[in-house]
């Protein structure tokens, strides 16, 4: 019974995982990490990412140019479009780690030692890529914040807002962050089976005669 809830639970995380992962993947690469509307033109809409930048104008038409120098961004972007590709990495190989240790995988099914510490070390990598998926994601809305509540830049200055992928790259590290914890959980609980004892060996028949009171007539003047 325990052992089909913790089945359930490896299956569960390991697709929290791959939600995770793919959500970032997309985070990563979405020009929606900011929002800009403009007062003097509404229909105008610009909208910034880790790689470029684009305007959505009027009759749905975009145009996107991309950033011109990565030294040119400003810290947290420079910063998060490292943490972000490392988070995509790692995300990857926990889910690959994290694949050969489930239970319903035929690898390694000799040695479930070795199982249990690549389900171990897959949780442990996702938990990792949640964390840096959620630490770029939570700077650049930390600024955002900052700009928009700035007393010194006057009132009619447009400001940023939160995108659409700010949101998204929470998701996709909660979502890593969980499933790496289940499936640490589950190969926390799972036990590894003992080796089957040896069977006991019968102890060989006593001969008929060890129990007899009877001695042989050579020997009865041993008998006092």
Known sequence: MAGGCWARAQLGGMLLALLG????????????WKNLNLDLNELEVWNMGLWQVCITQEEGVVECQPHNSFLALPPELRISRLLMCLSNGLGLLGCLLAVLGLEGWRTCEDKPGRKRQLLLAGGVVLGMAGITTLVPVSWVAYNTVLD????????????????????????????????????????????????????????????????????????????I
């Open 148 to 223: 928009f509540w700035d007393e010194t830049v006057p009132d009619i200055v447009p400001r940023w807002e939160f995108g659409e992928a700010t949101f998204l790259g929470w998701f996709a590290g909660v979502f890593l962050a969980a499933g790496g914890l289940l499936l640490a959980c589950s190969a926390c609980s799972t036990r590894i089976a003992a080796p089957p004892a040896p069977a006991c060996r019968e102890a060989p028949a006593a001969p008929a005669w060890a129990g007899s009171h009877h001695l042989h007539p050579k020997n009865a003047d041993l008998v």
């Open 21 to 32: 992962w793919v959500s970032s993947c997309v985070t990563t690469f979405v020009p929606l």
